[in-house]
């Protein structure tokens, strides 16, 4: 599974702007990685531990702006067609997720 987080939040002023990165650093200390600017991703190893994350940023989430959180399958997510202007670049390979006997 992967958690895409999507914000959109006011920095005009220094209170903003320190919420916001407050923001984007309780994502990133919960594992998240940038995705580009305002969308960071995380990959989770099931649906129940995508929830935990879920719940845990909706838990931080500031009194102002705009986020969204989506939640899409391995598959879905390799269906995604990324560019760099206009060349085509690979999606990132999930990370190998160990196995305990």
């Not at 940023?57 to 206009?86: A, C």
Request: proline share 5%; glycine share 4%.
């Amino acid at each position: 599974m992967w958690v895409f987080v999507f914000f959109d939040l006011p920095t005009e002023t220094k209170r903003e702007r320190s919420v916001a990165n407050k923001f984007r650093k309780k994502l990133m200390a919960d594992g998240f990685t940038m995705f580009q600017f305002s969308i960071y991703l995380r990959c989770c190893p099931s649906i129940e531990n995508a929830k935990v994350h879920v719940e845990r940023t909706k838990k931080n989430l500031p009194s102002n702006g705009y986020v969204g959180i989506l939640t899409v399958t391995d598959k879905q997510f390799g269906n995604m067609e990324l560019f760099f202007g206009k060349r085509a670049t690979a999606v990132e390979n999930p990370p190998q997720q160990l196995e305990m006997f």
